[in-house]
């Protein structure tokens, strides 16, 4: 009884370590994907020294174990009298991280849609940027949400590697009640219940937004029409 | 024969690595007109086809649309474009958008139309193709035919003073044939001018005003359907047809 009080007193702060998470995994994602749709449209539409230059970064952030790169940004800007706060350096060093992992989905999904739709909003007097626009995004987004869906609950759990430049998200959370409460056990225990339940919302969540924006007759409403493919 | 003319190719030429696929071709369209480009596959028939809006950059050769020299270095080529219908062999509809979103995408987001008024004009090309019920399939919902016959309805809606088909029927299941081949009859009959690069022997000597027979890249012999299918004057074009006729009981001679 009194361990299951204990529980319910660190709630309020497991909470607040959960609400940190859940900010910073939604920053990250948002840096990722306005950096990452632009890095695969020009590795699949850019000039070749465009293509080399971003193709270079996105292989050194996909190179980098994320606890170095948090290291380099934090106390190494910090060493060259650059302070950013250690939320911000999180949500920037993920956010590089994940633009360039977010780029490959992307790159997949902008390459799986057929050359002949591109060719036919050209023919109707569409620039380029407009065919990408109306044509192209719209369907590489629709493609990409799978892939994506699996980088939500990568990263999401990536976040806790924040834990090494201060901040105070779920999991430091959970290790500070654990500090003075000893209560290793039943504390990681709720942690890890937290980081379950939060990896079922997101991808939930990811998966009506894609049943929402299905196209009819397309893959995924086709497994429906013709039963189970055996 | 003194209408206004269209379409001038003046010696064109396209080469793909070593392959010369276009080796001077020049020929002229006049308004109303339907031209069947015939032949065997890959002698560069869809190629021109492409050279003419520019989907292919010409190596050499001038091509006019009217007054306007297409393959000018400074030609805004999106405004060409929009007076230019195309037609492709497997269709390309945008896969996310239904029919009528379709055809009415280039007329909002090309010529800003209003929604209102892209949508009556869009409607009123899906009738014309007998689609007006499906306006709200999705291309995947579609039959062949039928998404065929919706990307006619796109091409047109754009008002072209030309449409450009790419072997419109070639990917399609033979029932499905007849459909298409029934909407691009009735518009030469309302006098659209047309190139139609085709295997459809049927539809070039019936519908067609002037045939050309290319080969390897050059026009091996040109004139009315009469004259081409009936007294064609150079052996390979004889041969061509003599097989086409075989393979399709007497179409060809």
Redesign the interface.
Known sequence: MERLDLIWQSLPLLWEGARVTVTLTICLLGVGLLLGVPVALGQVYGPRPLVILISGYERFFRAMPILVLLMVFFYGLAFLGVSLPAFGTAVLVFGLHSSAYQSQIFRGAIQA??E??L?????????RL?AIR??VL??AL?LALPAWSNEYSGVLKDTSFVFAIGVTELTRQGWQIMQRTREVFLIFIAVALIYLVLTYLGTWLLELLERRFG????AGQRREEHGRVV | MSSKIVVRVEDLHKRYGNEEVLKGVSFILRQGEALAIIGPSGTGKSTLLRCINRLTEPDSGRIWLEDTEITGAKTDMNKIRQQIGFVFQDFNLFAHLTALDNVRLGLMKVKKLSKGEASERAMTELKRVGLAEKAKAYPAQLSGGQQQRVSIARALAMDPKLMLFDEPTSALDPELIGEVLQVMKALAGEGMTMVVVTHEMGFARSVCDEVIFMEQGVIVEQGPPEHIFLQPRQPRTQQFLGKIGELYGGTGS
Do not use: D, E, T
């Open positions: 849609i057929k002949g739709q060719l036919a909003a050209r023919a109707l007097g569409m620039s407009q109306y044509i719209p369907q629709r196209i009819p007759g397309l």
